[in-house]
């Protein structure tokens, strides 16, 4: 509430750091229902103790994902239902802070939007479901479409492996923090994680005891420091150790 003043189940969903706002940057926005939306970084640059609108939602709409973007980027959403659309950010055009933006992705109306993702080249996008399963797949098996379509498969959800609950783009240098339903952080380096194509289940990345699930995983860079949590008693070494060698 210091921040910023927050209605009744509204909560912050990114928190962006900009030195300058520049002309040519943009904010790139993503909902739960699949719409996706391009402002000028510059419209943000007079901003209210209140508050500015970033974008105009539908009633049950919420915001899942933003990034700053040169114009010229790809953008790759990911839904709960394990699909995935990657589609250039030159085909959506530049709007006003009140516009409600257009269609990135086809989702049905059991799914959401869970994640937006601007990929390298050459990088590997984490895919993890619920059931504590997960894989990296290069960015380069995520074929390039347009906007407005159903995407391919991106991870298999099954009884085994639950809906797809995080994807994000890492590197195999990172580590990474899952998150458990029950409070539980498990540290994991990415390199051990097995490379596998979109159409597979992948392998399993924590154990979950029964009636608990994965909500979210966090990449870590290798020079940031992360002893301090562990330190707080947030991570369960037992846990840790209990994990396996992963293929």
């Known amino acids: 509430m210091n921040l910023l003043p927050l209605d009744e189940g509204e909560r912050i969903t990114a928190l962006l750091p900009i030195k300058e706002f520049e002309e040519d940057r943009f904010v790139f926005m993503a909902t739960a229902r699949g719409t996706v939306k391009k402002t000028p ?9 209140a508050g ?26 990911c839904t709960s239902g394990g699909k995935a659309i990657r589609f250039a950010e030159s085909g959506v055009r530049a709007m006003g802070r009140n516009a409600a933006g257009v269609r990135g992705i086809r989702v049905p109306g059991d799914e959401d939007v869970i994640s937006l993702i601007t990929p ?21 098996e995520f074929p390039l479409h347009g906007r407005g379509g159903q995407g391919v498969i991106a991870m298999q959800t099954s009884e085994r492996n639950g809906r797809l609950v995080a994807a994000t783009q890492v590197s195999t240098s990172d580590e990474l923090m899952l998150m458990s339903s029950s409070g539980t952080l498990v540290r994991v380096r990415a390199s051990e994680i097995s490379v596998m194509g979109r159409n597979t ?33 947030l991570v369960d070494p037992d846990k840790t150790d209990e994990l396996p060698t992963l293929p």
């Open 41 to 49: 970084l510059s419209a943000f640059s007079r901003p209210r103790a």
């Open 52 to 77: 500015i609108i970033a974008i105009e939602l539908e009633h049950g709409d919420k915001l899942v994902g933003v990034a700053i973007t040169d114009g010229t980027q790809d953008s790759i959403l």
């Open 120 to 140: 390298d080249a050459d990088g590997l996008i984490l895919t993890a479901s619920e059931n504590g399963f997960g894989k990296l797949t290069p960015v380069e």
């Open 201 to 233: 289940q992948g392998v399993r990345l924590i154990r979950l005891d029964d009636g608990e699930r994965l909500i979210g995983v966090e990449p870590v860079t290798a020079e940031d420091e992360v002893g301090e949590v562990a330190g707080a008693g």
